[in-house]
């Protein structure tokens, strides 16, 4: 706009109707929050070919906002989201509002009413934004790590067709004790003490094997110590991760320590963990476990938490926490 438009509508400003007023906010608003999230989107990937890699690309318009990149070597046109979980999403310009609801943990109908859009397509972009997150774990880790296993009752949430009996009220409790395969999926969490690092893993059952599988591309640094509890699975663990291990015996009076050592910081991430899936969002269906823990990481990441343009970055597949 030129500066005598501008100017013109400067003047027009003050006879506005409070109506009118506010719909010019809500217009501005909207735009700014646009041209947030597009500039964003830009930043988050360097302009590369997203079909060959190769650098020899050239600017090529813009389509709905987005530089369009052609590639001089294949021939095919890009733009930053091509190639990525948020590729083919229309709306980008709400890409920023979004994440920030994220980074609220906001529930998929809290998020639709806030930006507008139906639940179907919260939900749809939630797991879109998650989907690179899942593989954000710290590529090696030193210290005292504390590893314990959570569980979380198995779930077919949102499924037309059920391949159990319901449970009805009351949480269909069956008889005997422990927690069977069939009812119940393992989480197995490793928090760094006095540092961010979050490392999770959805395990098939809870042995020795699967959790060595776990933490041996987390647990690479011979100075890392790795603190559990007595559970016959971590025995041999020090033996197959070539590191120190300590264990104790839980007591069912309260927290056990031997000397410094203990699982209460990861114990206590189980408990906002459990809280938020159980109680916040209302359970969760387990074939979308693994998305969930992400999101959790995303939101503890340090104690100021992480911003929404982070988020976007990650969903493109830039690695925003455990760095």
């Given amino acids: ?4 438009k501008f100017k013109e509508l400067l003047s027009s400003v003050e006879s506005l109707t409070p109506t009118q007023s506010k719909r010019l906010r809500e217009t501005l608003t909207q735009g700014q929050g646009a041209g947030s999230s597009l500039a964003v989107i830009e930043a988050a990937k360097p302009p590369a070919c997203a079909f060959c890699v ?6 090529n318009g813009r389509r709905r906002g987005l530089q ?25 310009e709400l890409f920023a509002a979004y994440a920030d609801c994220m980074r609220q943990g ?23 934004f998650l989907e690179n997150a899942v593989d954000h774990q710290p590529s090696s880790v030193s210290g005292l790590l504390e590893v314990d296993e959570t569980y979380f009752r198995r779930s077919q949430k949102g ?40 490392t999770d893993r959805v395990l098939g059952r809870v042995s020795g094997v699967e959790i060595s599988k776990a933490l041996a591309p987390v647990v690479k640094n011979t100075d890392t110590v790795v603190c559990t509890d007595g559970h016959s699975a971590y025995e041999r663990l020090g033996e197959r991760l070539g590191v120190t291990t300590k264990h104790f015996v839980a007591s069912y009076h309260g927290h056990v320590r031997e000397g410094g050592f203990h699982v209460q910081n990861v114990n206590n991430y189980h408990g906002r963990l459990q809280g938020w899936i159980l109680y916040r969002l209302r359970g969760v269906a387990t074939k979308y476990l693994p998305n969930y823990l992400a999101w959790m990481r995303l939101t503890s990441w340090k104690h ?20």
């Fill in 68 to 92: 369009r990149w052609l590639c001089r070597e294949c021939g095919k046109t890009s733009n930053a989201t091509t190639g990525t979980p948020l590729s083919r999403l229309r709306d980008k």
């Fill in 304 to 323: 100021q938490g992480i911003h929404a343009d982070e988020i976007v970055a990650s969903a493109m597949g830039r690695q925003a926490i455990n760095l």
């Fill in 159 to 198: 499924s037309r067709k059920m391949a159990r009996a319901p449970r009805r009220r009351g949480g269909g409790q069956g008889g005997g004790g422990g927690r069977s395969n069939d009812e119940w999926v393992p989480v197995l969490v490793g928090r760094v003490r006095g540092q961010p690092f979050t």
């Fill in 54 to 59: 190769s650098e020899r690309v050239v600017r």
């Fill in 106 to 128: 906001m529930t998929i109908r809290a998020t639709a009413r806030e930006l507008g859009m139906t639940i179907d397509k919260a939900f749809r972009w939630r797991h879109r």
């Fill in 1 to 4: 706009m030129d500066s005598k």
